[in-house]
């Protein structure tokens, strides 16, 4: 590496430590990467970045005796203590931008060489752990019951955590997660890409998305989220039958305050009544369970109890199972202790119940079903307080973990898509099917 040697150059190259601007923020544990940025841009338009480099050596302080002058006394260097001079100067520059938290680390050292060692260094771990981190929130990154444009902006976010840790992602990966987190509704989306012989930009992916969203929309009246529980704007899905059929004249409304929508007039069966099909929640024939208005009746406590041990209820009075349900797209809980890991959720999507009240989201997370051959992993559970029951989507079990379900009158199983093999079994009580 070549310094340059003249005094002008010497000259002009100090004068511009003068104007070194100061970062926005001092170095702290957090910031590494902005910090860095800005320090490196400053040295690099006063010339300095080269004292930062581990190939940087200070000039000989005396020059070279030449032969037969050994008792003359060494003649100094020029080139050295303008050097020196410059080095203080860049590590000057260094600490006068670290918080005490990281000054102390760095302190002791007394070039600018070693000073950028110890920083460079203190910050590769921790910038190893968030890629690792971040690359695996994108890969479990899902749609859910956000909108394109949300999905998008969760996926942008985290793509800036990987440049901020000094990893930026490319088009294609970034177009490899999006794809990934979506739901059945964008297959045919993401089967015209895989078919590209060209690379497509995450731009021209988004508006593709987003057309696609609005297509959807069309179709199904507004509603387009796949999860047919959590509508957004306080709406409920045109297509979870939750609001549909209501009941007529004198049998429109039950005892419990919900619509009695299987019911009509004087207790006439309605058009959408299913002969010999028991619902799962309230234990009447004529409906399946997700079609039934008391699914998220917070004071219905399920069908009549035939005895004691048939009771899936804890010692407290406390419902802790899970049920497997045929028509919910995402796991719901009252308990948080059943989320494994979990954020903080902010969004304003609610929970309806048929009555059309609102129950609100806290946290999103994951869980894991555990069977005595293999986990099942539950990806984003909503938490929901006032939940009466926990309901297991049987569609998102099955794509989450490449299983199908046999649903039988007495018990059900869980198994394995390639090899058939019987992962997990349970009973069926009073027409619901509990884990």
Request: hydrophobic share 35%; charged share 20%; proline share 4%.
């Amino acid at each position: 590496m070549a310094f340059a040697s003249t005094s002008s150059a010497v000259s002009a190259a100090i004068s511009l430590t003068t104007f070194l601007p100061p970062v926005t923020e001092k170095l702290t544990r957090a910031n590494h990467q902005s910090w860095k940025a800005q320090i490196v841009s400053a040295l690099r338009g006063a010339q300095l970045a080269d004292w930062l480099e581990s190939t940087a050596v200070a000039p000989a302080k005396y020059l070279p005796v030449e032969a037969g002058k050994e008792k003359e006394s060494p003649v100094v260097n020029p080139e050295h203590a303008p050097w020196v001079a410059k080095d203080q100067m860049v590590l000057s520059y260094l600490l006068t931008n670290l918080s005490k938290e990281i000054l102390g680390h760095v302190n002791t050292e007394v070039t600018a060489k070693g000073a950028w060692a110890v920083i460079e260094g203190m910050f590769a771990s921790q910038s190893r752990a968030k890629i690792i981190a971040t690359r695996m929130a994108l890969a479990n990154a899902t749609k859910g019951t956000s909108t394109i444009g949300e999905y998008f902006a969760r996926i942008k976010s985290l793509a800036d955590d990987m440049a901020a840790a000094g990893r930026r992602l490319e088009d294609e990966e970034m177009v490899s997660y999006i794809l990934n987190g979506l739901d059945v509704d964008y297959d045919p989306v993401a089967t015209s890409i895989a078919n590209r012989v060209e690379p497509i930009s995450v731009s021209e992916l988004f508006t593709q998305l987003v057309s696609h969203e609005q297509r959807l929309d069309r179709r199904s009246g507004g509603n387009s989220s796949s999860a047919n529980i959590a509508a957004r704007g306080g709406r409920t899905s045109s297509n979870n039958g939750y609001n549909s059929n209501r009941g007529r004249g004198g049998g429109g409304r039950n005892g419990g305050g919900d619509r009695g929508g299987f019911a009509r007039g004087g207790g006439g069966r309605s058009s959408n009544f299913v002969a010999g099909l028991i619902c799962q929640v309230c234990g009447k024939e004529g409906h399946p369970a997700y079609r039934c208005f008391k699914r998220f009746n917070r004071n219905f406590t399920g069908p009549p109890q035939k005895s004691a041990s048939s009771a899936s209820t804890s010692s407290y009075g406390i419902d802790t199972n899970w049920y497997m349900d045929t028509g919910a797209t995402n796991h719901i809980t009252s308990e948080l202790e059943k989320l494994t890991t979990r954020d903080k959720y902010h969004g304003g999507d609610q929970v309806h119940t048929a009555s059309g009240s609102g129950m609100k989201i806290q946290h999103i997370g994951h869980g894991i079903l555990h069977s005595p051959t293999s986990d099942l992993h539950l990806k984003n559970i909503l938490h929901v307080p006032m939940a009466n029951k926990d309901l297991l989507s049987v569609n998102r079990i099955a794509r989450d973990n490449h299983v199908f379900f046999e649903f039988h009158p007495d018990h059900f199983c869980v198994k394995e898509q390639e090899t058939k093999r019987t992962l997990l079994t349970g009973p069926c009580r009073n027409g619901l099917y509990p884990v």
